[in-house]
């Protein structure tokens, strides 16, 4: 959960946009979007499995250098 106190003498824009950096930077927003539709637990592994696939083909790219 987010909480975010108005400073004394903060006008509303200012504050607006520092709680939205705080939401941003704590996550909600992503999960939000993830949990906007249903996904089937095959679509989650496949996706993790691609994730890592890409991951190690960069580190290997890297060790190569």
Do not use: C
Not at 2 to 28: C, N, P, T, Y
Not at 47 to 61: D, F, P
Request: aromatic share 4%.
């Amino acid at each position: 959960m987010v909480k975010l106190l108005v400073r004394d003498k903060e006008s509303i824009q200012e504050a607006v946009r520092r709680f939205r950096k705080l939401v941003e930077r704590s996550g909600i927003k992503k999960e939000m979007r993830r949990r906007e539709y249903y996904e089937k637990p095959s679509e989650t592994k496949r996706r993790a499995r691609l994730r890592a696939e890409r991951r190690s083909k960069r580190n290997r790219m890297l060790a190569k250098r």
